[in-house]
Every structure is written in C-alpha cells, then in structure tokens.
C-alpha cells in the first residue's frame, strides 16, 4: 500500500471515530512518513495531538491498528479536549 493510500485510511479512520464520539476533537491525516522498518507516524499537526506512530506490515488492518494507537493515545490526554492548546496554556 503506497504512503498517500495509508494517509486515506488513517483520515477514514479518524472519520469514523469523530462520527461516533469515540475522540473528542477533528483530527486531519496531514502526511504519513515511513523509515521502511515497519514504523509509521501519521502527523496531525494539531497541538493537542502532533502525531502517532504505528507498527504495521502488510496483511495487517492498517484501520485497526490506527484505530486501536489513536484510542489509546487520546485515552491518556487530558484537559479541555475541543479547543486547541496554545502554549500559554502548557505553561499553567
């Protein structure tokens, strides 16, 4: 699967999480980058969630692996969850 065919699966992902409430926030797939050792980092650029890395090769569902690295990882976060943080609020 190319880097651009994951980026779409990453973003449908994200889509349906949204769409049944299971993250707080709308998150964009902006580019996915891989160092050809299994690794990928999906990057967000969002400041309450730069990026996720995922172990994934092929014949895996790359959507729930994702899924399940996204839910874990927003599990975790804390705070007001639906506005952006800017970094005066990371200084309080």
């Known amino acids: 699967m190319t880097?651009?065919?994951l980026r779409l699966e990453a973003q449908l992902t994200l889509d349906?999480?949204?769409k049944d409430q299971l993250i707080p926030f709308e998150l964009t797939a902006q580019k996915i980058e891989s160092d050809d050792s299994g690794e990928y980092?999906?990057?967000?650029?969002d400041s309450r969630?730069?990026?996720i890395t995922v172990a994934w090769e092929e014949?895996?569902?790359f959507r729930d692996i994702f899924?399940?690295?996204?839910?874990?990882r927003v599990k975790g976060m804390r705070g007001?969850?639906?506005e952006p943080v800017t970094i005066e609020d990371r200084q309080n």
Not at 41 to 45: D, M
Not at 67 to 72: F, G, I, T
Request: charged residues 20%.
């Open 80 to 82: 007001p969850l639906t």
């Open 67 to 72: 899924r399940a690295a996204v839910m874990e």
């Open 59 to 61: 014949g895996q569902s």
């Open 3 to 5: 880097l651009e065919l």
């Open 49 to 51: 969630l730069f990026s």
């Open 41 to 45: 980092v999906v990057r967000f650029y």
């Open 16 to 18: 349906d999480l949204l």
